[in-house]
């Protein structure tokens, strides 16, 4: 019985232990999220918008990308991916397509400029993440939006 009380004791206690460390680890993982530039080099969300447009200046249905996400999880400077599919080339029109997903991004700033902020530079993009704004930088992926 002693055994077994010893044993329940020590568990308990490592299982209070880990779950505080756990704890304590997210708690310093989100400060350092919160202190430090995080980018992601490829988000979908212009693609993703004009097939179903939400607005992602609040919390959204998806939960790909948004402003309220972005800003929790410490997302500073998130790439906003200028995606044209290849088979664009064969049937036309990728320039348009490109350039009506930069415009639905810069519209996206506009809309909400105390939220976002378009980045055309690194400096850009610090000046944004010390503003408190979260920072939309633009990359084509593919050049297919190049004719």
Known sequence: MNKFKITALFAISIFATTCSNDQMLRTRANELAQKFIIT????????????????????????????????EGGLDVPFMAIYIPSSYLETGGAKEKADSLIDMVEQIANKDPDKFEIAYSLSDANRIFKEGKVALPM???????IE
């Open 139 to 145: 990359g084509m992926e593919n050049g297919a939006g």
């Open 40 to 71: 992601d080099g490829h988000i979908d969300t212009p693609w993703k918008l004009s097939k179903n447009y939400e607005d992602i200046s609040v919390r959204t249905k998806t939960g790909d990308f948004d402003y309220v996400r972005a800003k």
